[in-house]
């Protein structure tokens, strides 16, 4: 079983910068894709920022040239820069890893609130 922790969310006025990690323990093995999802309150959970095996990285447009997702394999961890953030960005942000056989684990999420 896999094990995702999240860190680094919080409170943030508009224009600033957080930056969220994600970092994987267990029963960890051929990790494909890491990514980023969130949800606010009332609406469904959409894509964020996906990076694959081979660094190839996919943002939603919203969040396009704002925020930068990277990973660190050796420490089987995935971080979010988000900048400029904007008081549409807030939602609980999710970790999601997908493994070569298609098994997905979540984290438990970590909330960014943007204030106006």
């Known amino acids: 079983q896999v094990r995702l922790v999240e860190s680094g969310g919080g409170l943030v006025q508009a224009g600033g910068s957080l930056r969220l990690s994600c970092a994987a323990s267990?029963?960890?093995?051929?990790?494909?894709?890491m990514g980023w999802y969130r949800q606010a309150p009332g609406k469904q959970r959409e894509l964020v920022a996906i990076?694959?095996?081979?660094?190839?990285?996919t943002y939603a447009d919203s969040v396009k040239g704002r925020f930068i997702i990277s990973r660190d394999n050796a420490k089987n961890t995935v971080y979010l820069q988000m900048n400029s953030l904007k008081p549409e960005d807030t939602a609980v942000y999710y970790c999601?890893?997908?493994?070569?056989?298609?098994?997905?684990?979540w984290g438990q999420g970590t909330q960014v609130t943007v204030s106006s």
């Open positions: 990076i694959g095996r081979n660094d190839r990285e």
């Open positions: 999601n890893f997908q493994n070569l056989y298609g098994v997905v684990d």
């Open positions: 267990g029963n960890i093995f051929a990790i494909n894709t």
